[in-house]
């Protein structure tokens, strides 16, 4: 018995060998190694019956059947080889299962024919009872075990061996029993009868040829596996010339990494060998991704860190064997890359925040999907002087610092954007009430207020901030941008550094103030504008020794319109200049007019001093209308200054060179700087009227009031208390030691036919009051 196990294992190793030798080979030697290994499954079989049959002692002489042992063995080499033939052209499972029925005919031809060539010294009856079933029953599961064979599925193909086994098992032991050798002496042997002495060398010659089919089979596998070994190493060699990432897998498991996957997955060399494919990709079932069909997914590296990577599939054969092979590249790079690009599309180089496009893009999709969102637009307020005080890269460098201060007062979710030169503009996403949009607007003023730092330079800058918050009106993103920017417009006005709310009025005011642009700019070229002169007394002998001339508007259909408010609007559309001179020339054409000892004193716009050609107009306009340059005054207020401090001073040099005085207007509002009075001598400084007003109930007042006329005193300047409406104001200020005065209690302005006449009366228009008060 285990000489037959051990020569049946050999035989069925040598076939399999054998066969797969056979499904390597190409044309003719495939068809020989295919007829070898069938022929030695045969023999296998064949073999293993009749070692059992010749250790079989039935206790009387015995002796082989020479036909029926040789037709044994045929039957069991066409049985198999019919039944492998069929099993390898069948495409269905009934198929299949025929082809099992063959082989295990042929099984059962061996068998039961091998039985029948088996003498005795008597007789042999069967019982029919067993031999009948031993057959129904081990046909079936021989067609099953070939079905299972051939199925797709590992754990079906694992029950094929068994199913076999057992059906041949069941054939064989049911066979045996169902014999029964009868002694009878008076029977003989056939001539032809060969002795089991005589069978012996034949089965040990079949066993031996399968022991040489065995070792040749082994030879054929071993170089097999040399042959897969060398190209897989072949392979990789090449592999590792890739900058791709290759894995040469097994089903799921991989067999072979080049070292470019090693490194990108984190492993060392070698070690990603026997490694499942779902440790590197664990989201990912290649089985069902196409062949050469590109994939975006991640590889899960060893520290557990996922790389976005791109994989190809491809089936290739390997020394006789199929293998997947799959290409890994790395997409990192490529993403980056990616980002870079949409970075610097949709954001501000400098700063690093969101550009004007993509903020507008933003507040697009916002108001499409009706998210409420608070729109916060900032403005620098010194960033221009900043900029041409140090230069431009220290205004880069402010710029950017912004970015970082504004990025850090907000949220993840909010936008920061910067939309123009020093304009920035937040969107409140998260949280956009009105509490927070204020609270933020209150820290942006804080936080650009603080000094910003570029290199050795300290520069301040400060912002004004303008909110719309979420309204339940709908509104087109170009009026959102610009209610915020109205809003803006009204914290600049309103001082700088201040939050100012959108309201809905300031839609109505900023479409009048346009409405109002288009009429002013026809009533400055109609010479609409007009102007009306306020004298200005001594205030020691009470006679009137200037004018001051301003402007009026008289609207053709609102009446009189404030200088205040169309001087600001000829300011803001750029017909300050245009309107400046004209007045100018009038004024000096009035003022040839009048007595000699009576000056005129015109207020200049801070922008007309930004043209750089003031002094040249200045000059033209007196020559044109022959005014001595000594009688003209122009009033400059301390806002001019701050703006261009080199540039201003020179130009103001050049005037004053001309022989015209010069001004300081409304001072001790705004920015007051006693410095200024050490750069340029100015001729008269104006105490503002709001000091005037107080200067009878305020102690402060009074003392500002005085110590202006010492510092005037000092420096040669005449100072000029402005808006004086009472005799007290009047005695207080002559009292204050005042040089000159001006106000509603003299005169008020007046059109320029009634100075003429208040000239040609004596020029001591107010001297009673003066007198009184001294
Ligand atoms: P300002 O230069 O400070 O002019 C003095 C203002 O005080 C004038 O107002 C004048 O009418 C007013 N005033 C004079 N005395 C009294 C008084 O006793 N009581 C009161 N309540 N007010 C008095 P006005 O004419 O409305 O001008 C306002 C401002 O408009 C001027 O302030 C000046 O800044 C500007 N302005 C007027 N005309 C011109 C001009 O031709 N060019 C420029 N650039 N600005 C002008
Ligand atoms: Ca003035
Ligand atoms: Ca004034």
Not at 179 to 194: E, N
């Amino acid at each position: 018995m285990a000489l037959a196990a051990a020569i049946c294992a050999i035989g069925v190793y040598a076939s399999f060998a054998i066969s797969h030798h056979a499904a390597r080979a190409k044309g003719g030697n495939r068809t020989l190694w295919s007829l070898v290994s069938i022929i030695s499954s045969g023999c296998t079989a064949w073999a293993t019956h009749f070692i059992i049959l010749l250790a079989f002692n039935p206790g009387m002489p015995s002796a082989f059947e020479p036909v029926l042992t040789a037709a044994s063995l045929a039957s069991a080499i066409v049985g198999i080889g019919a039944g492998v033939l069929m099993s390898i052209n069948a495409r269905q499972i009934w198929a299949h299962f025929l082809a099992g029925l063959v082989l295990g005919l042929g099984i059962t031809t061996l068998h039961y024919v091998g039985q029948a060539a088996y003498l005795v010294e008597g007789y042999v009856s069967w019982n029919l009872r067993l031999v009948i079933p031993s057959i129904i029953i081990s046909l079936p599961l021989s067609g099953l075990g070939m079905v299972a064979a051939a199925s797709r599925s590992q754990a079906l193909r694992r029950c094929a061996a068994p199913l076999l086994l057992a059906s041949i098992a069941i054939l064989h032991f049911c066979g045996m029993a169902a014999m029964s050798l009868h002694f009878d002496p008076s029977r003989s042997f056939p001539s032809t009868a060969v002795s089991p002495a005589a069978i012996t060398p034949v089965v040990a010659g079949i066993s031996l040829a399968l022991i040489a089919l065995a070792l040749l089979g082994w030879r054929f596998d071993l170089a097999a596996i040399a042959r897969l070994r060398q190209d897989r190493r072949r392979l990789r060699e090449l592999a590792d010339v890739a900058l791709e990432g290759l894995l040469i897998c097994q089903s799921d498991v991989i067999v072979a990494a080049n070292s470019s996957i090693e490194q990108l997955a984190g492993y060392d060399p070698g070690m990603l060998a026997g490694v499942a494919l779902n440790a590197l990709f664990p989201t990912m079932d290649f089985s069902k991704l196409p062949e050469r069909e590109e994939r975006e997914i991640d590889l899960v590296m060893r520290t557990s860190r996922p790389v976005p990577v791109r994989v190809l599939r491809c089936e290739l054969a390997l020394g006789h064997k199929m293998q997947t092979v799959i290409a890994v590249r790395d997409q990192r790079e490529r993403l980056r890359t990616e980002a870079k690009i949409r970075q610097l599309a949709f954001n501000d180089s400098l700063t690093g925040l969101s550009n004007r496009s993509s903020y507008v893009d933003r507040l697009r999709q916002l108001s499409c999907e009706q998210i409420p969102f608070a729109l916060l637009s900032i403005d620098l307020d010194r960033f221009k002087a900043v900029n041409d005080q140090f230069g431009h890269l220290v205004g880069d460098q402010v710029l950017a610092q912004v970015g970082d201060r504004l990025r850090s007062l907000v949220g993840p979710k909010d936008l920061v954007a910067r939309v123009g030169g020093d304009e920035f503009a937040i969107i409140l996403i998260g949280d956009a009430s009105a509490t927070r949009s204020c609270e933020v607007g209150r820290q942006i003023n804080r936080k650009l207020a603080e000094p910003f730092t570029a290199g050795s330079v300290i520069a301040y800058c400060g912002a004004s901030v303008g909110i719309v918050l979420p309204s339940v009106e709908a509104a087109t993103v170009g009026e959102l941008r610009q209610r915020a920017d109205l809003a803006l417009y009204r914290a600049k006005i309103e001082g700088r550094g201040t939050i100012c709310l959108f309201d809905p009025e300031m839609d109505t005011a900023s479409r009048d103030r346009r409405a109002l642009e288009g009429d002013l700019r026809k009533a400055i070229f109609d010479g609409q504008i007009t102007l009306a002169y306020q004298p200005v007394v001594s205030a020691v002998t009470g006679a009137i020794t200037s004018v001051e001339a301003l402007a009026r508007w008289t609207h053709p259909v609102k009446g009189p319109i404030p200088p205040d408010i169309f001087i600001s609007l000829a300011e803001e559309c750029g017909l300050i200049e245009t309107l400046g001179t004209g007045l100018l020339r009038v004024a000096c054409r009035d003022a040839t007019r009048w007595p000699e000892n009576l000056r005129v004193a015109v207020n200049l716009s801070p922008l007309q001093f930004q043209a750089g050609n003031l002094s040249e107009t200045v000059e033209r306009v007196l020559t044109e209308t022959g005014l001595v340059p000594n009688r003209l005054q122009l009033e400059v207020t301390e806002g001019l200054v701050i703006r261009d401090v080199d540039r201003t001073f020179a130009e103001l040099e050049r005037l004053r060179a001309l022989g015209i005085q010069i001004l300081m207007d409304d001072f001790g509002v705004g920015y007051s700087s006693l410095s200024y009075f050490e750069r340029f001598p100015f001729d008269k400084v104006k105490i503002d009227k709001s000091f005037v007003d107080k200067i009878v109930t305020s102690r402060a007042s009074r003392a500002i009031v005085q110590a202006v006329v010492g510092l005037g005193g000092s420096l040669g300047m005449g100072v000029v208390a402005e808006g004086v409406e009472t005799e007290e104001q009047m005695r207080a200020l002559v009292g204050a030691g005042c040089t000159y005065l001006q106000g509603f209690l003299f005169s008020k302005p007046v059109n320029a036919n009634d100075i003429d006449s208040i000239v040609s009366l004596g020029q001591k228009y107010c001297d009673s009051n003066v007198d009184r008060a001294a």
